[in-house]
């Protein structure tokens, strides 16, 4: 039957058929009966009709039938003529079949693989070592001359998206020589979508093709959704226009592992053999207890390759716990001066995610220029001594030396002696450090004891206080200097004056003590611990209970409490622009004992750079730092403010910088104090949208020369690399919710056998053909009605 309407399709001069498509004629009414009137008219006319005739003349039954056909016939004819019987033709065509690929930033990830066997299937698909999984979704769809792009063509309409931050129609196949074009253009897809809205893109795509759903949906992702709804819950969408969902999960299911180094800490200008403390953190996701090493590495000035460099330090650590950075240092001695980049890394272990967060690359400058100091005292007692001696070998000093009690032929008997304190402040102000021991106050006029505070507070010079029993620092109270020294002179006394016996003692090394550079006797802070330990005790110190707000205690009095708690040995305090220090002790000297001039001249060298390194490198007054220099939308980012001079530090315990963004108004956010100290505030802003953005401190404090600033970048996409695993259990969910299956890219044999077949789906219909009132209709009519009559004339039945 579907022939011969085929046939009178044709003759009608319906449209043929399209490539991929089919028609489906079919004969309608459009002035239908209700079937059972229908019905019972057919019925009662072919009784009517078989009951006369058999009646009726001596003609055979087998004409006499024959004639009632005719009669039927005609009955028939009219129920069809009455009806309004039109032709309807209905168009059908192949339906949809989607492929999705995951083109967002995470699929640009190389997974390291712990089963051998799955490394190796895919390393044969791709004939790469290590495939990203953008690179596998390619390889797997050229694969065997795409072959499955062909198979599915052949029945289907196939569409290629992308989908990342939405779906992208890549290239559609309609016919084989489609093929060559999509893959083509799959090819040159990168990895660079901001986020992934798997769930948003599979919506958009039963969106689009609403009126003709797919077949099905190929999904190849790793599954993350980043933004928006989920994959399963778009699944249950898909379910419900019975559309199912196979998924090529990319990646590996286990999750990530990575280290990373972040926080660099370390001084930009430096000196000689200085030690010099590379401080980070490291933050480790799948390596918790696991030893891993840190190297500290010297890049090659005279090489153009950035990776060609010399290793220097290197230490041994337990990758702290998921989320818990680890505090590491490293130390180093420079021997050479410049512009040194150094390069501090951890390596890289099996599987981890990436290499490149694995280094921080930082440029210090090193110096080696002779430092102009100035020693003064009083007596030539046994610290004054092995100082002058000292510092007249070591070849980064530049010494003068003025010993008050002298006799004035010995400026001319010794190169290094003065025969006066500098009276002009100019003389004055060309040294970087003088060191003030035992010296009567007296002997220096109100004038060069002004221009010693302004050495200090404005030229930003260094000045050391070294204790003695006859004038310092008691003699000093009520003078210019007092200002300067880190003590409170009200209580100070010296414990011998009143015959109180000092029992020897060693000094007790605060926080900030083995921290600060000035006691690192050793390489790192554990093993100049253990030098301090063993170093000779001293036998005298100058008791002062109570220190300045602004001073920081580096070493006290082991067993003696004063009213600020132990009493402090070693002490130093910002003064302006410069630093101050306070030696409660006369006897440092004692340190050679043990060691030779080992750990008595690094103590001294170590504390005149310190003093000295405000005035040569300029001190900031204030720093602005962040952890990252690029963050990723949604990260959070950590922002701190550091005074080198805690003087300067706000004592309401918070400080608040502006954030600024081009194209945006800046906002305000308060930095809150760091427990345990009182120079270091610390905050967050929780999340910025993309772009490049400086960070400014406001007042108060009210800082001389320009504000600080920091800068830092946000880029998309926002969590990509946060959750890079595959996420498996969700593309299993999503295909069981809809009616599919899920695959791995090495185990897809069964995938087009898996498949729905494929049912043709209607397009549209053509405009009805009237069949009841043509020409041929009427003739038949005519035919049939004519030929009974001739019929019955014979038979003489008329």
């Not at 890394?345 to 967060?357: G, H, I, K, M, S």
């Amino acid at each position: 039957m579907e022939w011969l309407l085929l046939k009178i399709a044709d003759r009608l001069g319906v449209e043929p058929a399209r490539a991929g498509e089919a028609i489906v004629p079919q004969i309608r009414f459009e002035q239908p009966w209700s079937q059972a009137v229908c019905g019972f008219i057919v019925l009662a006319s072919v009784a009517l009709i078989v009951w006369l005739y058999r009646r009726e003349g001596n003609a055979s039954f087998l004409y006499k039938m024959g004639l009632a056909t005719l009669r039927i016939t005609l009955v028939l004819l009219t129920l069809f003529m009455l009806s309004e019987a039109v032709l309807s033709v209905e168009r059908t065509g192949l339906p949809y079949f989607v492929v999705m690929v995951d083109d967002s930033a995470s699929t640009h990830v190389a997974d390291q693989y712990a089963n051998p066997k799955t490394k190796t299937a895919l390393t044969d698909l791709t004939k790469k070592p290590e495939p990203s999984r953008l690179e596998v979704a390619k390889a797997w769809l050229e694969r065997d001359d795409a072959q499955t792009l062909r198979e599915l063509q052949k029945q289907n309409k196939v569409r290629l998206y992308l989908v990342s931050s939405s779906a992208r129609m890549l290239a559609e196949v309609d016919q084989a020589d489609d093929v060559q074009p999509a893959i083509e253009k799959l090819r040159k897809v990168e990895a660079i979508g901001g986020q992934t809205q798997l769930g948003e893109g599979v919506r958009q795509v039963l969106t689009e093709l609403r009126g003709a759903p797919p077949s099905a949906i190929l999904l190849l992702s790793d599954g993350q959704t980043t933004e928006g709804l989920g994959l399963a819950k778009a699944a249950e969408l898909a379910a419900r226009k019975g559309v199912p969902l196979y998924t090529i999960g990319l990646g590996d299911p286990e999750p990530a592992r990575d280290l990373e180094l972040t926080e660099l800490l370390v001084d930009e200008v430096v000196f000689v053999d200085d030690l010099v403390r590379f401080q980070a953190k490291l933050l480790s996701r799948g390596f918790a207890g696991q030893e891993v090493v840190i190297r500290l590495k010297e890049r090659d000035r005279t090489s153009n390759d950035p990776l060609s460099a010399r290793e220097l330090e290197s230490i041994r650590v337990k990758a702290p716990p998921d989320g818990q950075p680890l505090r590491v240092e490293l130390g180093h001695r420079p021997k050479e001066t410049g512009d040194v980049t150094y390069v501090l890394e951890v390596d890289p272990r099996p599987r981890e995610l990436q290499a490149d967060n694995n280094r921080i690359v930082r440029t210090v400058n090193v110096r080696k220029e002779k430092l102009k100091v100035l020693l003064v005292d009083g007596e030539p007692r046994y610290e004054y001594r092995y100082l002058k001696n000292y510092l007249e070998r070591e070849e980064t000093i530049d010494l003068s030396v003025l010993l008050i009690s002298s006799d004035p032929e010995y400026s001319e008997q010794d190169r290094f002696a003065l025969p006066t304190f500098p009276a002009a402040k100019e003389d004055l102000f060309a040294y970087d450090v003088v060191l003030l021991g035992d010296a009567d106050p007296s002997y220096l006029s109100v004038s060069q004891m002004q221009n010693l505070v302004e050495f200090v507070t404005e030229k930003g010079g260094g000045l050391m206080f070294m204790a003695g029993a006859g004038f310092n620092p008691l003699h000093y109270k009520a003078t210019p200097l007092e200002v300067l020294l880190p003590i409170e002179l009200a209580d100070a006394r010296d414990p011998t004056a009143v015959g109180n016996a000092i029992t020897a003692f060693r000094p007790e090394l605060t926080g900030e003590g083995r921290a600060s550079p000035i006691f690192r006797f050793g390489d790192d802070e554990a093993s100049s611990t253990q030098i301090w330990q063993n170093l000779p005790e001293l036998y005298w110190y100058l008791e002062a209970p109570r220190k300045k707000p602004a001073a920081v205690a580096l070493a006290e009095h082991p067993t003696q409490i004063g009213s600020d708690g132990k009493l402090p040995i070693f002490l130093y305090q910002f003064v302006g622009s410069g630093k101050t220090m306070f030696s409660a002790v006369d006897d440092t000297w004692r340190w050679r004992f043990r060691g030779g001039d080992r750990y008595f001249d690094r103590y001294w060298i170590q504390t005149i750079r310190f003093l000295a390194r405000t005035k040569l490198t300029g001190q900031k007054q204030a720093e602005i730092e962040t952890d990252r220099r690029r963050y990723q939308r949604n990260q959070p980012i950590q922002i701190r403010v550091r005074f080198p001079n805690p003087a300067l530090a706000p004592t309401r315990g918070e400080v608040v910088v502006q954030i600024e963004r081009k194209g945006q108004g800046p906002r305000k956010l308060t930095l809150k104090q760091a427990p345990g100290t009182r120079n270091l505030f610390e905050g967050a802003l929780a999340q910025a949208s993309e772009g490049e953005y400086e960070v400014r401190l406001l007042p108060p404090p009210v800082l001389v020369g320009p504000a600080p600033l920091a800068t830092f970048r946000v880029d998309a996409p926002a969590g990509e690399m946060e959750r890079v695993q595959m996420n498996e259990a969700e593309l299993i969910r999503a295909s069981t919710t809809s009616g599919g299956k899920f695959y791995t890219p090495e185990n897809t044999s069964s995938l087009l056998k898996d498949l729905p077949k494929p049912q043709k789906v209607p397009l549209d219909t053509d405009p009805p053909i009237p069949l009841w009132n043509t020409w041929p209709i009427l003739a038949l009519f005519l035919t049939v009605i004519g030929a009974e009559w001739v019929l019955r004339k014979r038979k003489q039945m008329v």
